[in-house]
Structures are given as structure tokens and as C-alpha cells.
């Protein structure tokens, strides 16, 4: 973030008007489902509700092309993850090619063939091509699915999902619903997605859960989680009208779109991407029809709001009326709202005219527009309808920025600040206005663009503090992250003469910025801001957090706590201004995680990713919502977690918005807690050192590698005072490594380390951190009380990771002290929370020790389903049949039910829960 009068003689304070109208301020749709679909999920988990209790399904998901079927087969898959799901899809080109489907379904279970009896195993050989012979029996092959579904559900349910079935081939087809309307029992469920235009005879007669368009407000909620920045209501209202309720196309829309155009209407249509061939006809066409019909839909076209009365106003001014629409009635619906009747032609349209043409409709635009209701918008009509440098329209473009703001955020204020400096016809003006246009495109997540700007500035004359202004600017978007640490060093001395404020400022995002970097470059930068001038009487939020963070890296924890609970509360008050809120919520949220703070760390992380939503600030949305994750992943909301990691990458890969690097370290995060060892042993993280090293110490305390989890903290702890990871968090992890490493000394070294930071902090996260690192060191009854102490702290917390890991860490304590019973307690509870999380790597660490305590593993579904026909008396032979399976196999399971429970005969199993 840049810090002063960036953006000009208004500065920042462009940021303090209200917010945009009708804005959710929610996260977006990562987290929150398929708008909309909320009885179609509903049915789904039913079904799945179904297959687990035994009780198999089929389903034919039907609706139109871009009804959101596949979105749905996602959310079935999704909550299957306890099941064995088979995926295959109707191809096009393969339509014709006989068994080509139902071999892409069967092939990941081709090595249950050898179950099948040795006819129907010859005839799904001959089908897929593994030995010759004459065309297999069609009856056979069904009877052969079935018993290949059956003996899939061994262990667990299993579910095929098979998309796209109109493009099925015939005899894919007819063996799929040969076996969908058998299954009757076992725990099998197989749900088809099917074109509501192509009605497949062969699935006819499975039940059937048609997919209808969106209501309004549902595409509304869609449209909302598909826009990160601020979105304008008409704007909306028009997208939603176009969509006529169709999710991808809405989303594709959504794309269509220029950000300042959905941010409030300011913007010219984008490119087109109607495919070449349609856009070539619609051309042809276009150029075919009268002038008027021409002139009509280009006003149409060139109005982002698709308001009636303003086209009828404006077409009224260029001689236009009803008539005019002519041959264009099939083109363009004009009712509440106006709308092209393919949505991607508006674009084709405004592109198809000349220069002069749209400027004439612009014009006529503006002159419709009330200038007391609207000022903003006739503004932008004005501009686009003005070919050479004003002075008048770019001062109009300048003062309605505000206005503009309070729409559509930082991408309107961008636009409108853009537009102005390129009808500026004064140099030293021009190069004011390209610097504030530059520093608010760089915020609303367009690099590109500001450079652009940037260099048109700096090719003006600047006065000495503008082109500070200007060099901070070309630092922060040129070398993110800690390597603009010098260059922001520089500046900030240079202007010490000119502005204290800005110098403090300057050297307090000198700190952000360094706050990746490793410990001696970290302590020198403090140093350096150490020498800043003093605080004026009464200091502001920048003032305090300076002074507190560079408290917390260069002196001792008690000494800097007070000065960082002050900076805290402060940052906390709801009177901070958004534009401080914006600049320095990664330093407070720094200070709240150093003083184990969790409840203001998470007020602040969703507050942080809140505004920037709000304002369109773009650019800081990888890092704030990078910030998030780690701050979920502490909490074991990981499922959540995934969420953020999914909109950080897409932020990375499609609005130039993110960093891969950034995306790439936010999933080794999510590897760490989930245990999963391959991702996070690579090079090339993204992270530094220290936060490497830290995850890759709880992934190895989560495995039981201790020793691998000893070197990895290690070598954390060294790069010390980096906050988070090497000052805090890497010793919790070095603590309990050491301690089942054998190296009690070093643990306890270690402790006497930790110990001033959590004191100094005195939150039950820290205290209660600190009493499960004391306890691993202790003995007898002061181990459990200190063991029972963390888990009553801990428990007050958000904190559900550590939670689980003091209830593990008991339960280990208390099984190797002989407690078995209080022991399996423990290690359930631990168990359950850290299956509940997805923390996989600590639940299989959990679940080794539970034998030892007691405690078995639980029956599978299919296990289940085993032991209840047995109590209700069948025989092995019987339970074969009603399985589809060989006897064999059902006396194999009952041998791993006797293991599990402990018993001995079929006669035990009555009397076992």
C-alpha cells in the first residue's frame, strides 16, 4: 500500500465515502456453496445418506446446457469423500464407439473382474477388448456391472457419476441403466447429468431432479460471488436479466465485463467473445440493417445499465423512435431493463461502430443524463463523447471521482482518474492526475495499467514530493514484498525534510513489506525505522503501530507488550478511517498474532478482506486473504481454508491481481496441517526459510517424524525475531519434537525462550500454548495438571488445531502412564476433532495410538451392512447373494468384523453394540 497524498490533491480520502450500494461485503462464492441450489444439494446429500445406510440409489440430474449439473455432480463428490467414486463423461467423438463409457467408468475397477462368475467376467473381457470372441450378451454384461459395483463397496460405498450422458454411446447406455435399475441393495449409487434437450431412451424411467434456471435473487447471489470488488446494482440488475437465470452464462458475462464497469457502469463494452463464426454473421447482419436500427442498438450497447428511460431519452435526441427497432426486435429486448438476447452481443456491437459514431451516442447520453441525480455518469458520457484534450471535461471527471467512488470503488475512481489525465491539455496537471490514476489503478489490481500511467507521470513535471510519491509507487508494484525494502528506505529518508508524516509512514510500509524476510535483515530495517522522527503530540494509528512493531522486533516481550496493546486497541476502534484500514491492517494483524491474540487477530483478518471487498482494492486481496488462511488453518476450519486457497490462486491466474509464488506457499500451508508430505518436501515454496521450516516441523510432528520435525524447527528458530513463525511458533513445534526425540535439554532451552512472549502476552492461546510445552517436560501429577490446564485455556479459544493437539498429547501422556480408560478418552476426543478438521496427518498419528489405549477402529459401511444381515440369521451364502459377492469374500470381512470387536463367532456378534 502507498502511503500519503498518493492520489493527489484528494489523497485517500477518495476511500472515506460511503460504500457502494447494495454491496455484500461477504466472502465470495468460494465459501458459500451454489447459490440457489440449496434443494438440489439437499437431495443429493439424501442420497448419499442413503448409499451409506445400505440402501443404494440411481438419479438423472437434468437441465440445460450451463444449468450448473456438473457444479452439482461437484457438491456430490465433494461430500462423498468417505466413499469410492468412479467419474466418467459422454464424449462427443466417441459416441459411436461401442462400451467407450462404461470402460472409462469400470476401468479403476478392473481388478475385481477375477470376482465375478466366469461368464459374465468373458463378456466385460470381450466389451473392453482383453480377449476375443463374439459380441458379448448384453444381459451378461449387465449382470457383470452389478457384480463389479457390488464388490467395489467392499470397504465402502461407492458412487458413479457419469456427466454429459446424451453424448453416451448406445451400448454405454443401455448397460449403465441395465444395472442403475437393480440396484437394489448393497451401497452403490450411480447419478447421471443429462442435456434437458436430449432425452436419452435408455435412462428413462430412473428417477429424475430436473435443474431449473435461477430466481432472481439467487443469480443475484451468484453474481455477487463471482465479482471480487464492488458491483453496481443496475449494472447487476442488468447482467442477472441477461442471464435469463443461466449460472455459466452469467459467469461468462461476468467476464465480458470490465471491472470498472461492474464496479458502477463506467467503462466501454470489452472484446468480444462471441465465437468468430457467429460474430461474423451477426456482422453481416448488422451491416445489412438501416442506419437508425444501427444507431438504436449502439446506444443500447453503449449504456451498461440497460436503463429504458435513458435510451428513450437519449434516442429521442438523436432523432431515433419505436420504428427504429425494425429488424432488430429479434435482437434486443426493451422492457424493465434493456437487454441483448445473446449476451455477448452487446460487446460485437459497440465494437462494429467507428470512433465518431460512439462518441455521437455518448454524447447523446450525457445530455440525458440528469446532471443533479447523476453527475457522475454524465460526466463519463461526456468524456467518452469528447475527442481532444479539455480542461473543463477533465476537471468535471476529477470532481466526480467522489462520486463515482461511492458506486464502484477503487476501478471507478481509477476510470474516471485515467480519463481525466488523458483529456488534460496542461503537462504539469496531466502529470497530477496520471499519478493519482496510477496509484488508484495499482490498488484496484491492475499493474499493467499503472505503469502505463506511472511513466506518463513521471515524463511531467513533478514537484520534489510528488515524485517521491511517485518512486514509492514504481517500488511497491515493481518489487512486491520485501525487495522494495531499500528503494522504500530511500524514499523515506528523502522525504524527512518535506513531510514527517510521510516519512513515518514510509518507514512503517518498509516494515510491512519486510515482514517476509528473515531475521537479520528484519532487525536491521527496525533499526532504520528507529531513526524516524518522533511521533507528533498526539499520535495517529500509523504513529502507534510504528512504534509498536518496532518495539516488538528490538526489544524484550514485557517491555513491548504494553506499547503493542495500546497500538491494538487503537487500530481496533470502529472510528478508523477505511483508508488506514487498508494501509496498515497487515502490520496491526502482525501484532495481534505476536501477542497471541486470537479474537482481534480474527476480527482483523475479516475486516481487512471486508474493506478491500468494499472499496475494490484489488491488489491487496492475495495477501490479506493470504493472511486469512493462516489464521483458519490455526482455527481447523480448513475446509474454508481451501476455499481461500481456491480465490487466491484464481486471483493469481486471472486477474494479475496475486502472486503465484503467494498461491503456491498458501497451499503448502494446507499441506501441512492436512499431512500431506510430497507437496511440502519440494524446493521452491514461495515462503522464506523460517515459515518453511515451520510447516515442515508440524508436518513431521503430525507424521510421528520427530526427528525430521527437530531439524526442520531448528533451523526456523534460527532465523529469530522474524515474528510468527521463527519467534513464536516454530518453538512450540522444536518443544514437542525435542521432547520425543529424546532431547529433553534442547526442549527445554527452548521453553525458557518461549516462556517471556507468552507471559508478556497472558491470553489463553499463549498460556495455554505454553502450559502443553511445560507439560511434555514435566512429570506425574504436574504434567497432568499443566495438560489439563492447556486444554481448559485452550478450549476457550478459537484455536481447535492446538485444542486437539493438547488433547492428543494427553493422551499419549496418560497411556504411557498405565491410564488406559482416561487415555482412550483423550485420544478419541483428539481423534474426532482432528477428523472433523481434515488435519489427516495428526488423526493418523491419533488413530496408531488408540489400539494401544483400547480403543479399535470402527466397522465400515459395508462391514455394517454384513453384521446386520448376519443378526437377522442369513448365512454366509445368503449374504453372498443379497451382495452380489462370493461367500468368500463375506467370511473375509467377517474375519476383520471378529478383529475389530474383539470377538470370536457369528453367536458374539448379537451381543456387541
Not at 16 to 32: I, L, M, Q, R, V
Not at 655 to 661: A, E, F, K, M
Not at 712 to 718: G, H, K, L, M, V
Request: aromatic residues 4%.
Amino acid at each position: 500500500m502507498v502511503g500519503g497524498d498518493v492520489l493527489g490533491e484528494s489523497s485517500l480520502e477518495l476511500l472515506e465515502d460511503a460504500k457502494p450500494p447494495g454491496h455484500e461485503t461477504g466472502s465470495p462464492g468460494h465459501a458459500a456453496g451454489l447459490p440457489g441450489r440449496r434443494a438440489e444439494c439437499g437431495r443429493l446429500d439424501r442420497l448419499l445418506a442413503d448409499v451409506r445406510s445400505g440402501r443404494s440409489q440411481a438419479l438423472v440430474v437434468r437441465g440445460e446446457a450451463g444449468a450448473g449439473k456438473s457444479a452439482l455432480l461437484g457438491h456430490l463428490i465433494a461430500q462423498a469423500r468417505d466413499c469410492r467414486v468412479v467419474c466418467a463423461a459422454g464424449v462427443r467423438s466417441e459416441s459411436q464407439v461401442p462400451y467407450a463409457a462404461l470402460h472409462a467408468l469400470c476401468a479403476p475397477m478392473l481388478d475385481l473382474l477375477d470376482t465375478l462368475p466366469g461368464p459374465q467376467r468373458d463378456a466385460l473381457d470381450t466389451a473392453f477388448g482383453l480377449r476375443e470372441g463374439p459380441p458379448p450378451d448384453r444381459l451378461l454384461l449387465g449382470l457383470a456391472v452389478l457384480g463389479v459395483l457390488a464388490a467395489a463397496t467392499a470397504d465402502r460405498p461407492l458412487v458413479c457419476v457419469i456427466d454429459d450422458a446424451q453424448y453416451l454411446d448406445p451400448a454405454s447406455a443401455q448397460v449403465l441403466a441395465f444395472a442403475a435399475r437393480r440396484l437394489c441393495t448393497g451401497s452403490v449409487a450411480c447419478v447421471f447429468a443429462l442435456r434437458d434437450a436430449d432425452r436419452t431412451s435408455e435412462l428413462s424411467g430412473l428417477p429424475t431432479m430436473d435443474v431449473a434456471g435461477l430466481f432472481p435473487d439467487d443469480a443475484r447471489a451468484l453474481l455477487r460471488s463471482a465479482v471480487h470488488g464492488p458491483l453496481d446494482e443496475q449494472v447487476g440488475e442488468r447482467l442477472v436479466a441477461e442471464a435469463r437465470g443461466n449460472p455459466r452464462a452469467l459467469l461468462e458475462l461476468v467476464r465480458e465485463y470490465t471491472r470498472p464497469e461492474l464496479a458502477g457502469g463506467f467503462g466501454t463494452p470489452a472484446a468480444s467473445t462471441l465465437p468468430g463464426h457467429l460474430e461474423d454473421g451477426f456482422l453481416r447482419r448488422l451491416g445489412h440493417m438501416p442506419a437508425p436500427t444501427r444507431r438504436l442498438l449502439l446506444l443500447a450497447a453503449a449504456d451498461p445499465l440497460g436503463d429504458p428511460a435513458l435510451l428513450w431519452r437519449a434516442a429521442v435526441r438523436l432523432g431515433l423512435g419505436v420504428s427504429s427497432l425494425g429488424a432488430a426486435n429479434d435482437l434486443i429486448v426493451i422492457d424493465v431493463r434493456v437487454r441483448f438476447r445473446h449476451p455477448l452481443m452487446r460487446s460485437a456491437v459497440y465494437r462494429a461502430a467507428l470512433p465518431e459514431e460512439r462518441r455521437r451516442v455518448h454524447l447523446a447520453l450525457a445530455e440525458a443524463t440528469d446532471a443533479t441525480a447523476a453527475p457522475d455518469r454524465r460526466a463519463w458520457h461526456r468524456a467518452h463523447a469528447t475527442a481532444r484534450p479539455d480542461e473543463e471535461v477533465a476537471a468535471e471527471l476529477e470532481r466526480t471521482a467522489t462520486r463515482a467512488r461511492s458506486r464502484g470503488g477503487l476501478a471507478a475512481v481509477a476510470a474516471f482518474l485515467e480519463r481525466a489525465a488523458a483529456l488534460t491539455p496542461g503537462p504539469r496537471r496531466r502529470a497530477e492526475r496520471a499519478l493519482a490514476a496510477a496509484t488508484a489503478k495499482h490498488l484496484a489490481g491492475a499493474p499493467a495499467a499503472a505503469l502505463t500511467l506511472l511513466a506518463t507521470a513521471e515524463g511531467g513535471p513533478l514537484d520534489e514530493r510528488r515524485l517521491a510519491h511517485a518512486q514509492l509507487l514504481r517500488a511497491v508494484i515493481t518489487n512486491p514484498g520485501h525487495s522494495a525494502v531499500p528503494l522504500l528506505l530511500s524514499v523515506a529518508q528523502r522525504v524527512e525534510p518535506l513531510d514527517t508524516a510521510l516519512a513515518r509512514d514510509t518507514h512503517l510500509q518498509a516494515l510491512s513489506a519486510a515482514l517476509g524476510a528473515e531475521g537479520p535483515v528484519l532487525r536491521e530495517i527496525a533499526s532504520a525505522a528507529r531513526t524516524a522522527p518522533p511521533p507528533p503530540a498526539t499520535p495517529g494509528t500509523a504513529d502507534l503501530l510504528l512504534d509498536a512493531l518496532t518495539a516488538h522486533l528490538t526489544q524484550a516481550h514485557a517491555t513491548a507488550a504494553p506499547p503493542m496493546r495500546r497500538a491494538l486497541t487503537a487500530f481496533l476502534r470502529a472510528d478508523v478511517p477505511d483508508a488506514e484500514r487498508l494501509r496498515w491492517s497487515r502490520p496491526a494483524h502482525t501484532i495481534a498474532m505476536a501477542l497471541w491474540d486470537d479474537t482481534s487477530s480474527r476480527e482483523l483478518a475479516d475486516r481487512h478482506v471486508r474493506v478491500i471487498r468494499e472499496t475494490g482494492a484489488l491488489a491487496l486481496l492475495p495477501l490479506a486473504l493470504s493472511t486469512r488462511l493462516m489464521l483458519l488453518a490455526f482455527e481447523g476450519r480448513l475446509d474454508e481454508a481451501a476455499s481461500v486457497d481456491e480465490e487466491i490462486r484464481t486471483l493469481a491466474a486471472g486477474t494479475r491481481s496475486g502472486s503465484p509464488g503467494l498461491a503456491a506457499g498458501d497451499a503448502l500451508v494446507l499441506a501441512a496441517w492436512q499431512g500431506r508430505r510430497n507437496e511440502l518436501m519440494s524446493e521452491g515454496s514461495g515462503l522464506s526459510v523460517a515459515v518453511t521450516q515451520w510447516l515442515r516441523a508440524v508436518l513431521h510432528n503430525g507424521l510421528g517424524r520427530h526427528e525430521e520435525a527437530k531439524v526442520a524447527a531448528e533451523r526456523a528458530c534460527a532465523h529469530h525475531p522474524s515474528p510468527g513463525a521463527a519467534a513464536q511458533w516454530a518453538p512450540v513445534e522444536l518443544i514437542e519434537a525435542a521432547v520425543r526425540s529424546g532431547d529433553r535439554e534442547l526442549a527445554a532451552r527452548t521453553l525458557d525462550r518461549l516462556v517471556p512472549a507468552t507471559r508478556a502476552s497472558g491470553t489463553d492461546w499463549a498460556l495455554g500454548i505454553e502450559a502443553r510445552s511445560r507439560a511434555l517436560l514435566a512429570q506425574g501429577d504436574e504434567a497432568d495438571g499443566l495438560y489439563q490446564e492447556a486444554i481448559r485455556r485452550l478450549g476457550r479459544t478459537r484455536m481447535r488445531a492446538d485444542l486437539a493437539r493438547a488433547h492428543l498429547l494427553h493422551g499419549e501422556w496418560l497411556r504411557a502412564e498405565g491410564r488406559q480408560g482416561e487415555a482412550l478418552e483423550r485420544l478419541r476426543t483428539a481423534f474426532e476433532l482432528f477428523t472433523a478438521m481434515g488435519m489427516a496427518g495428526f488423526a493418523g498419528r491419533t488413530k496408531r495410538e488408540l489400539p494401544t489405549a483400547g480403543g479399535g477402529d470402527r466397522l465400515t459401511s459395508h462391514e455394517g451392512q454384513i453384521v446386520r444381515l448376519v443378526r437377522q440369521g442369513l448365512t454366509n451364502k445368503e449374504i453372498a447373494g443379497h451382495l452380489h459377492v462370493s461367500h468368500k469374500t463375506v467370511e473375509y470381512h467377517l474375519g476383520k468384523v471378529y478383529a475389530k470387536l474383539g470377538i470370536a463367532s457369528r453367536r458374539e456378534l448379537g451381543r456387541v453394540s
